[in-house]
């Protein structure tokens, strides 16, 4: 046994969790090295500290609603906004990513099990013709960007212990879609083991222990245990632009929500679109306290959810939508692990597959312990001036989570396609569409012909001869 092992079986025995190496001599070498890394990963006195405030009392202390009010935001031009201001913005976060000073960052640490797919969650096919994956499309948006400001973009994308190998073979494969092995880091996510009812870390088999990620919060420590963060600094990166595997037609450089965050001073800023209607789960964008908060819709009652103002908005309307842009150097701060910065865990009563005493692993019919994660929104009350800026629900966001119905595959097909028909639509021309608004023709626009209205305006009155809107048709 090597000083290594005997080192972490020691802290595991004085920590009160030896059990977790009960079946250690039954192992075989490469089953005892697949235990000790995954207990190497786990910080003891945190997951003691975890039961002791968040299980062992009780009931998780409800989130406190006094003083809570709906946070401001700045109005989008569509709805109001001042149009001028967010041209200047945009001038000015153009400016940013032309110097360099924007990356983009990707949590992409899921896989596509609930939507009947195997394999990493941002290799799922979603455009209508050409059927690119999710990478795909981000990879071409940052090209078309990198094309406007002549700037290379630093990609860093959080994968997990599940997908990492999976993601990095499939951006080998594909040539890392056009952009440069260089430019792309990959990086996992933070694990945190399950605990029971008595604060026992729960073993999944004899050589496995009941790990799951830390939550997207994790991603801000996970950047900076990486080292993620320190090559950001060291390339005079400034800003992160961070954004969800999941939505293709999230805007990866945003030049007027850049130029906000930097001439506001913001550490971190937000998107917020209006809630469709009163009980959309979407979390609130709220102050408290003199904080900004994102409260989640489980924890806001439906009576505060369906208030209305005198001018007959929602009056808590502004939904999270998990859109950020953070400051290098908050991300340092928060996640660099400072007790005063920390973001708080958050529990989750869960059915875990456990090991049985004849050594099979059962997944019990009740909740049977407990996982910790934590939330990105749980940063903001952290931030110096922070900002949130509303966006246009059908230009920035369709994720793509269920195998049917809301927010699946067909929804954010239709989206996109919709999406288009109005560019088409701004230029001149009108494609047929059912009575829900949805394209009749299937046809796609590459972000590398436009990624904007105002580009594909531009690019549609220049083209000599303007192709035929019909099915199968592919402008890049």
């Known amino acids: 046994m090597t000083d290594t092992s005997a080192s972490i079986r020691n802290a595991f025995e004085n920590a009160g969790q030896g059990h977790v190496f009960a079946h250690w ?121 990198q094309q406007q400001s002549g700037e290379t973009i630093p990609w860093f994308i959080m994968t997990s212990d599940l997908n990492h190998v999976a993601t990095e073979e499939a951006f080998r494969a594909a040539d890392y879609w056009g952009l440069s092995a260089a430019q792309v880091h990959f990086f996992k996510q933070g694990r945190m083991p399950a605990v029971d009812e008595d604060g026992k870390i729960i073993l999944e088999a004899t050589d496995t222990i009941a790990m799951s990620p830390d939550g997207h919060g994790g991603s801000l420590r996970a950047l900076v245990r990486s080292g993620a963060i ?139 312990g407990y996982k910790f994660e934590m939330f990105v929104f749980d940063a903001l009350p952290f931030a110096r001036n922070p900002v949130i800026i509303e966006t246009i629900r059908d230009d920035d966001f369709s994720p793509v989570k269920n195998a049917e119905g809301k927010d699946s595959p067909d929804t954010c097909r239709a989206d996109q396609l919709k999406l288009w028909a109005r560019w088409l639509k701004k230029a001149g021309v009108d494609v047929p569409a059912d009575e829900e608004g949805v394209p009749t023709v299937t046809f796609e626009i590459s972000p590398l012909f436009a990624d904007d209205a105002e580009t594909f305006a531009e690019k549609w009155s220049a083209l000599a001869k303007k192709p035929a809107i019909e099915d199968g048709l592919y402008l890049e």
């Open 230 to 368: 320190g090559a950001m600094q060291a390339a005079g990166v400034e800003m992160i632009s961070y954004f969800q595997v999941d939505n293709p037609l999230v805007r990866c450089m945003d030049p007027a929500f850049i130029g906000f965050h930097l001439e506001r001073g913001s550490e971190m800023s937000s998107k917020m679109i209006p809630k469709a209607y009163p009980l959309e789960k979407l979390g609130h964008f709220c102050r408290q306290d003199g904080k900004t908060v994102v409260v989640e819709y489980s924890d806001l009652p439906e009576s505060m959810q369906e208030e209305r103002t005198a001018e007959g908005e929602l009056r808590f309307r502004a939904g999270s939508i998990a859109i950020h842009v953070l400051s290098v150097d908050f991300v340092a701060r928060v996640g660099g692990g400072d007790a005063a910065f920390a973001l708080p865990f958050h529990r989750a009563h869960k059915k875990i597959p456990t090991l049985q005493a004849d050594g099979s692993t059962v997944t019990p019919k009740e909740p049977n």
């Open 25 to 145: 001599e039954s192992l075989s070498p490469a089953q005892q090295q697949r235990l000790l890394n995954q207990a190497a990963e786990i910080d003891l006195e945190e997951v003691s500290r975890l039961f002791d405030t968040l299980i062992s009392g009780g009931h998780a202390e409800a989130a406190s609603l006094e003083g809570l009010e709906p946070a401001p935001y700045e109005r989008h031009p569509a709805a109001g906004g001042d149009q001028a201001l967010w041209q200047e913005m945009a001038r000015l976060g153009e400016g940013a990513i032309r110097a360099g000073r924007v990356a983009a960052f990707t949590v992409a640490g899921g896989q596509g099990t609930r939507l009947g797919y195997d394999g990493p969650k941002g290799t799922f096919p979603v455009t209508p013709v050409k059927r690119k994956p999710l990478f795909q499309v981000f990879a071409e948006k940052l090209r078309a960007a």
